[in-house]
């Protein structure tokens, strides 16, 4: 198993920057991809980035450019930098995490953007 675990969000007013972190721990060896997606109210979850254990990465088109994901595997942990935030990219953001094929998820945590 593995514990995904968020932390970074808050209110930020438009045009503002955050910068989300998550760790993991518990059975990390064999951790390949991780993501970040978020949940808007009243949306379904989307992807906003990953980064393979490698360092690739990829954006949803909307966050390219704005957002920058990062990881430290030594670390076992992932970042996401928000820069230039807009008043559509409040939600709950969550870290997942590719083991095996088995994904894990944290429980989220909460942006908010004031315009």
């Known amino acids: 198993q593995v514990q995904l675990v968020e932390s970074g969000g808050g209110l930020v007013q438009a045009g503002g920057s955050l910068r989300l972190s998550c760790t993991a721990s518990?059975?990390?060896?064999?951790?390949?991809?991780m993501s970040w997606y978020r949940q808007a109210p009243g949306k379904q979850r989307e992807l906003v980035a990953v980064i393979s254990s490698g360092g690739s990465t990829k954006y949803a088109d909307a966050m390219q450019g704005r957002f920058t994901i990062s990881r430290d595997n030594a670390k076992n942990m992932v970042y996401l930098q928000m820069n230039t935030l807009k008043p559509e990219d409040p939600g709950v953001y969550y870290c997942n995490a590719d083991r095996y094929g088995v994904n894990f998820w944290g429980l989220g945590t909460l942006v908010t953007v004031s315009s």
């Open positions: 518990g059975s990390t060896v064999g951790i390949n991809a």
